[in-house]
């Protein structure tokens, strides 16, 4: 994990669970964040209103009002980054929330320290990305930029670490950013090859850059696979 | 006007007085039909129409011209003249004839009898005594036993014949001649002269006649008519005002009609016989009666008349007849002219009932008439003393009334029926098929085996012809003979219709059962006639089908429990482990190794635990069928090698190498990526609990015809001594001494998945190597 920023953050967390909260609550102050409170959806809003808030974690299934509407609400106002919790872990419940207007969306039982890493990113990317997205000659998605002069990846500003040959797959794979491209094509890219039995190597490759620039290696949000076809850099 | 019009001419009141009045005029058809026969006979007209046919042509006038020529002929032989009569000299000759006959018959009744007896003689001497077939009368025996013609007799017998002859005679020769002076008295419009050529007598009415004037040229010109007699085959009949029908008689020649020849044959007898001649001139017009022909003339002209005005008559009565028929056929049935048809009370009878019902007073009526006409028109006519003629036609008339009304009535019905489209529908025949129940459908019977309908027609036909056979045939063998065909062809159907009806109510039992959830009930098949045979085997077929579903169901449905009672149960055993070491760490006693100690179990459990509920989770979601696939073209190698790459990580740490075959093609599936991904998740899962370290696994992707195949190899760590199959089971049902993680579920989820997609997933055990194979159907080449 990166080094924490200079500020303190402000982070909302918001559920109808107060054991959740309460153990939230230690993690986020850990990493240094203030943290902020709600029970209900309202409370939420209000404290959006009030105080000047850097990430929310919000509850999808609430009484009154539920996640999904608070945020709508907090999105009509602000553009900060929510992610969603929930019990709810079918694609099209995440594809919901994610159209809601939501950053994240983290399915309980979660790891708390990917949920902090996830908060850390997510305010990351709010803060910085401004400074990102106005560099000609890059590509970007979500979090991720490309710098084709310099020939580096930077992940929420920050730099990463890759090999030659990783650093090639992934400028492939964004070039063609949300197109699927099979392993052969990805080897004949970047080896110069025609594939034989080398494509092995891709896989490898492949899980060594997921490692690098995914939270959840396990559930990566950029370098995704699509069963069968082959691999692409998700755009977001 | 004409829309009123229309509407009237529906009206009920119209209608009826429409039927009356055809009823009337088939009457007057009737009638006049009758009554031209009756005129047709009584002057014998043999062609039509009226104004052609010739005076001389009909019998009457030919008769009367008969009864002319005899009573000359009797005024010039047998009276001879009015002193004859008087002086009685007329008298003895006729009586000196009657003797002379008699002399004449005497003779050749002898001579008759004298040649019967030579016959005898002759075949005496052959055939011996034929005495007794001779009428002793009129033959004597003879001492000597010889036999001759009694003549005395004979002379006896006819001699008191002839006697009472001439007396009669005698009683009526002085009326007879009174009679005859009256007839050429009175007649005043008759010139006649009859010439006895021989005797040089004649017999005239013509002042001053002469037995050698030439009457012909005399009379020729003076009347209309003229007859004369005066060759030997020559008898002319010349008509003056009209130059044409000069009417020759030519006796046996040239097709004479037989009346003539009788008139002819008359004359000429007398002409030949006794040679005389005669001239008659007559006017047949003369309106008096004293004239001759003058009833003939009147009843003729009557009869002319009246068979003129008869056939205009027929014909006019006819035409009106045509245009009533044609409204009430228009109109019958309907209120107006765009109104429905409504049938009548009288109309729910089917038209062929109505026809044979109509038919039968009918056929009646005409039977009794022809019999009974004349008898009833007798009686008729003596009661109230019309004419006979007329009063047959008064009970022609009645008797054609009813027959009219009838028939008119049956007609209409049948045109109403026509109308209204119910000929078929209303039919007899439709009415008994009705009382089935059901409909006839052209298409559906159409579709029946051709051999069915076949067997249908030809059992009617033989019945038909079999029927036609008895009716029509004269001899009373073949009628016998084809009724006990009919009855034992009909005792034969009725046989097989039981046969069939007891099939269905066997077919029936079946399906009671069935409906019951009875599926052992055994069909007796014998009973199944041939045309059944195949829709039981279907219901039996139907039954089996329903028994393997309900088996299959019950099957799953037991398994199903049985996995979610193993599943519950393997949920309390990680929470058991939870709660006790949760327990331990309370205590003060634990240390803080054995604190770390107790966490890190607790943790593992507590993944176990989260593990088993999501398996769950889905296990519900498949069985529930809410599970939505979306199938695309996906290159099993590629996919392969994903998984591999994915799992890697797991692999390694179970110090698990995986190696995946180089493939002899590059086979692409028809199957949902995430979905056969957690297939293979499970089954790398499985691999990474099972297999024994430091082994090598591999993975091989293959193809048929018909499915792509990925296959995972592995050692088992563990002996395996159950087959894929009682693995599979076993894994499925949650064997609790394997399952230290909770697995049982992850080989159900796995084997429901690969089959949602129409795939085959398959697991086989050979020594300690154990093989899964998830099959996915090719995707099709476009």
């Known amino acids: 994990m990166s ?113 902090v890493a996830r908060v850390k990113s997510q305010i990351r990317r709010y803060t910085s990305l401004g400074s990102m997205v106005n560099k000609e000659n890059t590509i970007v998605t979500g979090g991720l930029c490309l710098d084709l002069d310099m020939n580096e990846l930077f992940l929420d500003g920050e730099p990463v670490h890759l090999t030659a040959t990783e650093l090639k797959i992934v400028r492939f794979l964004m070039d063609n950013l949300g197109k699927v491209m099979s392993s052969e094509k990805i080897y004949s890219a970047v080896w110069n090859e025609t594939a034989s039995s080398a494509e092995k190597t891709v896989t490898v490759h492949i899980r060594r850059i997921r490692e690098k620039i995914e939270i959840n290696p396990k559930e990566p949000v950029y370098l995704k696979v699509v069963w069968g076809i082959g691999y692409k850099m998700e755009k977001i | 006007m004409a829309i009123k019009w229309k509407k009237f001419s529906y009206s009920h009141a119209v209608k009826s007085l429409a039927f009356l009045l055809t009823v009337i005029f088939i009457v007057f058809i009737i009638v006049s039909i009758l009554s031209a026969n009756i005129f047709w006979k009584s002057f014998d007209i043999k062609s039509l129409p009226p104004n052609k046919f010739n005076l001389e042509e009909t019998q009457p006038f030919l008769n009367e ?337 009813i027959i009219a009304c009838i028939v008119l009535e049956a007609v209409l019905s049948t045109v109403r029926h026509i109308k209204a489209k119910t000929v078929l529908s209303g039919s007899l025949t439709a009415k008994i098929i009705r009382l089935a129940g059901g409909r006839l459908d052209r298409e559906k019977i159409l579709d029946l085996k051709k051999s069915t309908l076949a067997a249908v027609l030809v059992y009617t036909a033989i019945c038909t012809g079999l029927a036609i056979a008895a009716a029509l045939s004269s001899s009373r063998w073949v009628t016998v003979a084809a009724l006990l065909l009919i009855l034992i062809l009909n005792l034969s159907i009725y046989l097989i219709f039981l046969k069939t009806f007891t099939a269905f109510n066997e077919i029936r039992n079946l399906v009671y059962h069935i409906q019951r959830g009875e599926f052992d009930y055994k069909m007796d098949d014998s009973l199944m006639t041939a045309t059944i045979k195949g829709f039981s085997d279907e219901v039996v077929g139907i039954s089996n089908g329903i028994r393997i579903a309900v088996d299959r169901a019950t099957r799953d449905e037991k398994t199903k429990t049985e996995l979610i009672t193993n599943v519950s149960h393997d949920l309390k055993t990680p929470l058991t482990s939870i709660v006790n070491y949760v327990e331990l760490i309370k205590r003060e006693e634990s240390s803080m190794e054995d604190r770390q100690k107790y966490l890190s179990i607790i943790d593992e459990k507590a993944k176990q635990l989260k593990r088993l509920i999501d398996d769950l989770t889905e296990v519900s979601k498949l069985s529930g069928g809410n599970v939505e696939f979306h199938p695309v073209d996906i290159d099993l190698y590629e996919f392969a090698l994903q998984v591999v790459g994915e799992s890697s990580d797991e692999l390694e740490k179970a110090k698990i190498d995986v190696r995946i075959k180089e493939p002899q093609c590059r086979p692409m599936v028809f199957a949902d990526g995430q979905k056969t991904w957690r297939i293979m998740e499970n089954l790398i899962s499985n691999v990474v609990k099972y297999a024994m370290p430091e082994t090598r696994t591999y993975v091989e992707v293959s193809a048929d015809e018909k499915f792509g195949y990925v296959t995972i190899k592995n050692i088992s760590a563990a002996s395996l001594d159950l087959s894929g199959d009682e693995l599979c089971a076993r894994f499925t049902r949650g064997d609790p001494s394997r399952t230290s993680e909770g697995f049982g579920l992850g080989l159900s989820i796995a084997q429901s998945l690969c089959e949602l997609q129409n795939g085959v997933f398959t697991i086989s055990v050979d020594g300690d190597m154990f093989k899964a194979t998830v099959a996915l159907p090719l995707a099709n080449k476009k």
């Open chain 1, 3 to 115: 080094a924490t920023n200079q500020m303190a953050y402000n982070v909302l967390i918001c559920d109808d669970d107060v054991d959740l909260l309460d153990s939230l609550e230690i993690y986020l102050k850990l990493e240094g964040y203030n943290t902020f409170r709600a029970t209900t959806g309202k409370k939420a809003l209000s404290i959006v209103e009030r105080n000047d808030i850097h990430c929310v974690i919000l509850d999808v299934m609430m009484p009154e009002t539920d996640g999904l509407s608070t945020t709508l609400m907090i999105r009509g106002e602000h553009n900060l980054p929510i992610i969603l919790l929930s019990a709810k872990s079918e694609d099209t419940d995440k594809i919901t929330g994610l159209s809601f207007g939501a950053d994240d969306y983290i399915t309980k039982p979660y790891n708390p320290l990917e949920l």
């Open chain 2, 65 to 401: 011209i008969g009864v002319l020529a005899d009573n000359a002929v009797d005024m010039l032989t047998k009276y001879i003249s009015d002193e004859a009569v008087s002086s009685g000299e007329a008298f003895k000759l006729t009586e000196a004839n009657i003797w002379a006959e008699y002399r004449e018959e005497v003779s050749a009744e002898v001579e008759d009898r004298r040649n019967e007896l030579e016959k005898y003689r002759q075949s005496a001497e052959e055939y011996g005594d034929y005495s007794q077939y001779l009428d002793m009368n009129y033959y004597t025996v003879a001492a000597d036993g010889t036999l001759s013609v009694n003549v005395t007799n004979i002379e006896h017998v006819l001699k008191s014949v002839y006697n009472l002859k001439v007396q009669n005679e005698k009683n009526n020769f002085l009326s007879g001649y009174e009679r005859v002076r009256q007839y050429f008295d009175k007649v005043i419009n008759l010139r006649y002269a009859v010439v006895s050529k021989s005797e040089g007598t004649v017999v005239s009415n013509i002042q001053g006649a002469d037995p050698e004037e030439d009457f012909d040229s005399v009379l020729k010109g003076s009347y209309p008519w003229y007859m004369s007699v005066t060759g030997a085959s020559n008898v002319t009949v010349i008509n003056k005002n009209n130059d044409d029908s000069v009417f020759s008689f030519y006796s046996g020649q040239d097709g004479v009609n037989r009346s003539e020849t009788d008139l002819s044959e008359k004359l000429l007898k007398y002409h030949t016989e006794k040679d005389f001649d005669f001239y008659f001139a007559f006017n047949e017009n003369a309106d008096s009666d004293n004239c001759i022909f003058s009833g003939i003339m009147r009843s003729y002209d009557y009869a002319r008349t009246g068979y003129t005005a008869v056939v205009w008559l027929l014909f006019s009565s006819l035409f009106i007849f045509i245009l009533l028929i044609v409204y009430l056929v228009i109109v019958c049935g309907k209120d107006g002219r765009d109104s429905p048809v409504k049938l009548t009370r009288m109309d729910k009878l089917p038209v062929s009932l109505h026809l044979i019902i109509s038919g039968l007073p009918v056929y009646l009526i005409i039977i009794w008439e022809r019999k009974n006409l004349d008898r009833v028109a007798n009686r008729l006519s003596e009661l109230t003393r019309i004419k006979w003629d007329i009063t047959a036609l008064i009970v022609a008339a009645i008797s054609g009334a």
